[in-house]
Nanobody, 119 residues
């Protein structure tokens, strides 16, 4: 079973940027789609960005144009570049392989990385 370790979160001012990384314990080259999820306080964890092995990407409307997902199969790592951050982006961020809905995933969750956008 692949496990994920997320990193790169922190406190950033509105308008700032962060780059998150997700290191997998095993190969992700055979995992067709990888994604980043976020869970804001009091809300359900939800998929915000995904990328296929072929490089096709998809984004939630709330992050489209500001976030960019990428993957490096050789390093078994998935990235999320977050620009023009807003206070509403504050959440714990997780990576995983998307399941049958944008709320579900195929592997156990990692510990996540916390992103706080505040002045």
């Amino acid at each position: 079973q692949v496990q994920f370790v997320e990193s790169g979160g922190g406190l950033v001012q509105p308008g700032g940027s962060l780059r998150l990384a997700c290191a997998a314990s095993g190969s992700i080259s055979s995992i067709y789609v990888m994604g980043w999820y976020r869970q804001a306080p009091g809300k359900q964890r939800i998929l915000v960005a995904s990328i296929s092995t072929g490089g096709s990407t998809d984004y939630a409307d709330s992050v489209k144009g500001r976030f960019t997902i990428s993957r490096d199969n050789a390093k078994n790592t998935v990235y999320l570049q977050m620009n023009s951050l807003k206070p509403e982006d504050t959440a714990d961020y997780y990576c995983n392989a998307p399941g049958s809905s944008r709320y579900l995933a195929n592997y156990d969750w990692g510990q996540g990385t916390q992103v706080t956008v505040s002045s």
